[in-house]
């Protein structure tokens, strides 16, 4: 079993990639926290709840936290992708139903009104530390605001080499999608993921970050294809086409694209089935004093001539450039297959 950490904005893909971890066999999730992102921070930690609820997982809350995390950046203006996932976040679904039943069952929707960054730090060093076989995957589907926080509280957590970052983000031989360069999750808080790439390294120049960019998750698409793989007539499933066809929606109005990419599961993939992808170490580091171009993944493309930047600013990470596009939507099927058995829709 794998100990995963899920710190999300969800936003529709971030909820699929939660959906994954919560149904894996392989992953035993330790936490889940949410960050500032695809919508306010209060609207992603309501959305990982009703997740939960959704999935029929609602118990594991007993076990488990959703903790509500940073509401900004660290040091510039929050942004939000409402043109993409909407006012609610999971926009395409009416929640008031859903929403009371859940608050029938005692839990505050509003407590994600009370963001806390120090409870998301130390409850991610103490999954660590409760963690049975001493390591800690980190799961980072939104901006990495919350991680850099726990970066920079507990970096001898850090130092023993035991705990990995699994990130979707950046655009490396692609162009970005919220600005040219850059893509949104490192685009809105480059800062924060400046410093978990710092902080995340090893003497022996092992890679303990991994990075699942727009490169391999554009060619992750929702197609009609895919969706008609879900059951229109079960009602758990008939919520993840409303939620796809939202997505499809708003991704063709914005970015022209007749099927979205489902980024996010596409990292939780890689944690359970790295096998299936392309990986390449890379040397990198992140721009953040760009004009136009903060956010972006600098790597160093060609070390003989590497006078572009001070060495010491290279830092290692890892970089997926192509994943089994079938193999991953097979298995993201299945997954939602198993959860609609135990939703209480
Ligand atoms: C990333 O940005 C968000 O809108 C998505 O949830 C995904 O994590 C894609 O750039
Ligand atoms: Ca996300």
Redesign the pocket.
Known sequence: MIDVWHD???????AIALMYCLSEPKINLVGISTVH??QLSYKTFKNAIRVLYITGQISKLEKIKVISGANKPIKRKSQI?EE??GDSGLGGIDWKDIDSKIEALGINLKEGEKQNIENVVDGIHNAYKNSKNGKLTILV??CHTNIAAYAQKYPEDIKSGNINVVA??GSIDTYG??SPWA???IQIDPEAFSIVLNAFQTEDKRSLVTLIP?DV?HTVLSTPEVIKKLDENNKFENLIIKLLYFFKETYQNVFGFPSP?V??PVAAYYIVHPEDFEVKHEQAVVETEGKYTSGSICINRYPKISNWCDKNELKEIDICRKVNVDKFWDSIIDHLHILAKNSPL
């Open positions: 999300c904005d969800p936003g529709h893909d971030d992102g695809n992708c993409i996932h589907t939104g979707m983000g999608n919220t893509e949104f999750n727009l998750t990419p980024h996010d």
